[in-house]
């Protein structure tokens, strides 16, 4: 992701700034406690709209991959550039009907829906029920005609392609429990074109997530765009391909190709295949928010140790997983001046040895620091484990502050447990 797409800066006296706006100036305009994630709405729609144009005339629906960050304020900016969503539950799906998002901009996946997802899926007329197994279609089918509606079901395939990625985010190879294996295929054609109760709209794939390149996506959108074209070459129905989500950003370590690159990789393959008559649609997830959101954390002290020299925040795995799930990579820096070459062992107040964020080189104790990159799937995976309050958000548009969410505070979390 080249640096022009990111909205994480410094000022000229090195204060960390987004949007434009000093971070610490924007967190006195939403006076909310830390840990606080901050976002840059404006970020997020141009980082929409780019997208959009890299598809030029070409019929399409980005579906944003809502797990990575269910924010009513982030849906909203979405929706008005003009993306459908991509869903993994029920509650996703309840969110994005409150957000304004149209129904028949609504794909839904997972490998175990339940049967009330399952309904208000049918009753909605969700663009896609993404069907992940033979098993699954058989209870759609069921749902449906109990429902007395018809329900479009597109298949979610897998199409057996390794990436170079993390084992915990790779679903597209033979072992992942996701997808419908490629030799099962053509009996789910099947089974639902002999089904009154099912309609046949649509193929997709996601092959997981954090890819560098559109290689690996290429790669897996053929199996699609193979399956598709055997799939109209028989006459049956079809609306849509769908290649996925998984466009990398720039966690620091390794640059990604830009997620219009990989727009242009899908729309160049849908066109060498010749279903140029089919819509494509994509689910970006990460790409459209990663970049775009921070997290600010208070520091709580130092620490000296024989070993190592360790920085103690506020903020926890509880607040961010990702370092202790998939043992990934944010950069911290200080909050009110330019980072240095002291060394620290950032960490935070959980009791579990993974609530560690790395060495960074911060410089002299700094107050606050800005953990980088945090838009998805950051606060979707915050928890209140050991007692703690979920954090803060703060939405910001044109560098000032126009919504916030402050954190419940810790009361919340002791009534609840008091009440269980
Ligand atoms: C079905 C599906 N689509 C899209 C995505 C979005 O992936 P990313 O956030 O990497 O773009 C995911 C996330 O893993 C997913 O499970």
């Given at each position: 992701?080249?640096?022009a797409?990111?909205?994480?800066?410094?000022?000229?006296?090195?204060?960390?700034?987004?949007?434009?706006?000093?971070l610490?100036?924007?967190?006195?305009q939403?006076?909310?406690?830390?840990?606080?994630y901050?976002?840059?709405?404006?970020?997020?729609?141009r980082?929409?709209?780019?997208?959009?144009?890299?598809?030029?005339s070409?019929?399409?629906l980005?579906?944003?991959?809502?797990?990575?960050?269910?924010?009513?304020?982030?849906l909203?900016?979405?929706r008005?550039?003009?993306?459908g969503?991509?869903l993994?539950?029920g509650?996703e799906?309840?969110?994005?009907?409150?957000?304004?998002?149209?129904?028949?901009?609504?794909?839904?996946?997972?490998?175990?829906?339940?049967?009330?997802?399952?309904?208000?899926?049918?009753?909605?007329?969700?663009?896609?029920?993404?069907v992940?197994?033979?098993?699954e279609?058989?209870?759609?089918?069921g749902?449906?005609?109990?429902?007395?509606?018809?329900?479009?079901v597109?298949?979610?395939i897998?199409?057996?392609?390794?990436?170079?990625?993390?084992?915990?985010?790779?679903t597209?190879?033979?072992?992942?429990?996701?997808?419908?294996?490629?030799?099962?295929?053509?009996?789910?054609?099947?089974?639902?074109?002999?089904?009154?109760?099912?309609?046949?709209?649509?193929?997709?794939?996601?092959?997981?997530?954090?890819?560098?390149?559109p290689?690996?996506?290429?790669?897996?959108?053929?199996?699609?765009?193979?399956?598709?074209?055997?799939?109209?070459?028989?006459?049956?129905?079809?609306?849509?391909?769908?290649?996925g989500?998984?466009?990398?950003?720039?966690?620091?370590?390794?640059?990604?190709?830009?997620?219009?690159?990989?727009?242009?990789a899908?729309?160049?393959?849908?066109?060498?295949?010749?279903?140029?008559?089919?819509e494509?649609?994509?689910?970006?997830?990460?790409?459209l928010?990663?970049?775009?959101?921070m997290?600010?954390?208070?520091v709580?002290?130092?620490?000296e140790?024989?070993?190592?020299?360790?920085?103690?925040?506020?903020?926890?795995?509880?607040?961010?997983?990702?370092?202790?799930?998939?043992?990934a990579?944010?950069?911290?820096?200080?909050?009110?001046?330019?980072?240095?070459?002291?060394?620290?062992?950032?960490?935070?107040?959980?009791?579990?040895?993974?609530?560690?964020?790395?060495?960074h080189?911060?410089?002299e104790?700094?107050?606050?620091?800005?953990?980088?990159?945090?838009?998805?799937?950051?606060?979707?995976?915050?928890?209140e484990?050991?007692?703690r309050?979920?954090?803060?958000?703060?939405?910001?548009?044109?560098?000032?502050?126009?919504?916030?969410?402050?954190?419940?505070?810790?009361?919340?979390?002791?009534?609840?447990?008091?009440?269980?």
């Amino acid at each position: 992701m080249s640096a022009a797409m990111t909205t994480f800066a410094r000022d000229q006296d090195g204060h960390a700034t987004l949007g434009g706006t000093r971070l610490s100036t924007l967190l006195e305009q939403a006076h909310v406690p830390t840990p606080a994630y901050v976002y840059d709405l404006d970020g997020i729609e141009r980082a929409a709209s780019q997208l959009k144009q890299a598809f030029g005339s070409r019929r399409h629906l980005i579906a944003y991959a809502m797990k990575a960050n269910g924010a009513g304020s982030i849906l909203r900016t979405l929706r008005d550039a003009g993306t459908g969503v991509c869903l993994v539950s029920g509650g996703e799906m309840k969110v994005a009907l409150g957000a304004g998002i149209l129904p028949g901009r609504m794909v839904i996946s997972g490998v175990a829906k339940a049967d009330w997802e399952i309904d208000m899926a049918i009753s909605q007329g969700l663009y896609a029920i993404q069907v992940e197994s033979l098993e699954e279609l058989a209870r759609i089918a069921g749902r449906a005609r109990s429902l007395g509606r018809q329900a479009r079901v597109g298949l979610r395939i897998n199409p057996g392609v390794e990436i170079e990625s993390h084992s915990h985010i790779a679903t597209g190879h033979d072992a992942a429990k996701f997808g419908i294996p490629r030799a099962d295929v053509s009996a789910a054609f099947e089974r639902i074109d002999a089904s009154e109760w099912l309609v046949s709209v649509g193929v997709s794939t996601h092959v997981g997530s954090m890819l560098p390149t559109p290689k690996a996506y290429v790669e897996s959108a053929t199996a699609v765009c193979e399956i598709a074209r055997q799939r109209l070459a028989s006459g049956g129905t079809l609306e849509y391909m769908n290649f996925g989500g998984g466009f990398g950003i720039d966690y620091g370590p390794q640059a990604a190709d830009a997620p219009t690159e990989f727009a242009q990789a899908a729309v160049t393959l849908a066109a060498k295949h010749g279903l140029d008559e089919l819509e494509l649609v994509v689910e970006p997830g990460r790409s459209l928010v990663g970049p775009y959101g921070m997290l600010v954390a208070s520091v709580r002290q130092g620490k000296e140790s024989p070993a190592r020299r360790w920085l103690m925040i506020d903020a926890g795995m509880n607040d961010l997983l990702r370092p202790a799930l998939y043992g990934a990579f944010h950069r911290i820096e200080p909050l009110e001046r330019l980072p240095g070459t002291k060394e620290w062992r950032v960490v935070g107040p959980i009791c579990e040895s993974s609530d560690d964020f790395g060495t960074h080189a911060l410089g002299e104790l700094p107050e606050r620091v800005v953990v980088r990159d945090t838009g998805a799937y950051g606060f979707v995976m915050a928890s209140e484990y050991n007692g703690r309050a979920l954090p803060s958000e703060v939405f910001t548009k044109n560098g000032t502050v126009v919504h916030t969410s402050p954190s419940p505070g810790v009361d919340f979390w002791v009534e609840r447990r008091l009440q269980a």
